[in-house]
């Protein structure tokens, strides 16, 4: 695969809706809130949904693995979380929603001869991945395979984005954007709307602090648009993200990672058809900056 990380980016790109259906599918909410969870509004259920694999993390663990969110936001859901259920229940349900959501999105495919395919290669880029120094792909690889192949493929896309996900927070640190700064550099070279952002639970006041220290790095100008030098800063970002994430690609190899990215064309366009995830977020996915 050598350096060009196309398709290392190519990857994220195809089995990110695989993962993001947990947090928006019906079927995964009907099953959080038999445990005892509000799914009025999104946060009650995602926090416990993405933390359980973490044991029964508290707000700073959360805030530090999650790294864009408000302290305070966390500290709304985390640890009281644990409370309404303990997180092994939480696993298990997200995976008794993950089925019925599959099954409703994908239908007959879900036990067909494909998603075995994809499965087992996801599976090998997923067991291939280093965990040290990142507490979500640990964690989610850590947890047991489950033995039917629709969800052998959501748990490996889901330790391969967590995988990637915590590269993308190291390469952050490196470049010095704390959590607010990324965002706000993020929100400056236009990847997504400013409302889209705000869902982090940053007040005015931290947004505005943040700016300051940005322009006075000289990232922003004096209208808070993106300078040059955050244009190049961000991409270094995504590069080294690239980079970091690229191991189980090259595990996999040239052919296979081909085979499975063809292999996932299915079901990515019948996620993003399904109207389930919301157009925009603050990955970024589908817009340039």
Not at 28 to 48: I, K, N, Q
Not at 99 to 124: I, K, M, N, Q
Not at 177 to 197: K, N, Q, R, T
Not at 250 to 264: H, I, S
């Amino acid at each position: 695969m050598g350096n060009d990380h196309g398709r290392t980016r190519q990857m994220w790109h195809l089995l990110e809706p695989l993962h993001a259906v947990l947090y928006f599918a019906p079927q995964v909410f009907e099953e959080v809130e038999s445990l005892g969870y509000d799914t009025g509004e999104r946060w009650p259920s995602y926090f416990a949904l993405r933390a359980a694999p973490l044991g029964a993390p508290g707000t700073r663990q959360v805030a530090s693995a999650f790294y864009s969110f408000s302290p305070r936001l966390v500290a709304e859901h985390i640890p009281t979380a644990w409370d309404v259920a303990a997180p092994d229940k939480v696993v298990r349900a997200r995976m008794r929603g993950i089925d019925g959501a599959y099954r409703a999105l994908f239908g007959a495919w879900t036990d067909g001869p494909e998603v075995a395919e994809a499965a087992a290669l996801a599976r090998r880029a997923a067991e291939a991945v280093r965990t040290e120094g990142r507490p979500l792909a640990a964690a989610n690889a850590g947890l047991p395979w489950p033995q039917e192949p629709h969800l052998v493929l959501w748990q490996a896309a889901t330790i391969l984005r967590e995988h990637r996900g915590d590269g993308h927070l190291a390469a952050l640190l490196t470049a010095g954007l704390d959590s607010v700064e990324a965002l706000v550099s993020f929100a400056a070279i236009g990847a997504a709307s400013a409302d889209v952002f705000a869902s982090r639970g940053w007040n005015e006041q931290e947004w505005t602090a943040a700016r300051e220290r940005l322009r006075a790095r000289g990232l922003l100008n004096a209208d808070h648009t993106a300078t040059d030098a955050c244009r190049a800063l961000r991409a270094e970002v995504e590069r080294r993200t690239d980079e970091l994430a690229a191991a189980p690609w090259q595990t996999l190899g040239d052919k296979d990672t081909a085979k499975l990215a063809e292999l996932l064309g299915r079901p990515w366009l019948e996620v993003l058809d399904s109207g389930m995830l919301p157009r925009e977020t603050t990955l970024g996915i589908g817009r340039t900056g």
